[in-house]
């Protein structure tokens, strides 16, 4: 069993940033795929990024190219998601994911799920 927790969220302006933090614990393994999605009010959970845990290679949704960057930690078991240039539209909760698959981008190749983190962006 693995445990993620996000944390970072919080209320920034158009055009402003933000790091989003996820600390994976428990049964931590190295070969973990992680990821981010969010969830904006009366809609899907949507793919943002993910990463590959054992050569970092990465793969993002074409809204937050050339404006998020997600990378990880191993030795700290954390995954990261920075996110600049953020607009109204990023308003969301945003979910940390780990799984078995490299750079997925489905909900269910997912098999662990953070509760979640909210981060607001007004105009």
């Known amino acids: 069993q693995v445990q993620l927790v996000e944390s970072g969220g919080g209320l920034r302006q158009a055009g402003g940033s933000l790091r989003l933090s996820c600390a994976a614990s428990g049964r931590t393994s190295s070969t973990y795929a992680m990821g981010w999605f969010r969830q904006a009010p009366g809609k899907e959970r949507e793919f943002v990024a993910a990463i590959s845990w054992s050569d970092s290679n990465t793969y993002y949704a074409d809204s937050v190219k050339g404006r998020f960057t997600i990378s990880r930690d191993n030795a700290k078991n954390t995954v990261y998601l920075q996110m600049n240039s953020l607009k109204p539209e990023d308003t969301a909760v945003y979910y940390c994911?780990?799984?078995?698959?490299?750079?997925?981008?489905?909900?269910?190749?997912?098999?662990?799920w953070g509760q979640g983190t909210l981060v607001t962006v007004s105009s």
């Open positions: 994911a780990a799984g078995f698959i490299s750079l997925a981008t489905r909900l269910d190749e997912y098999r662990y």
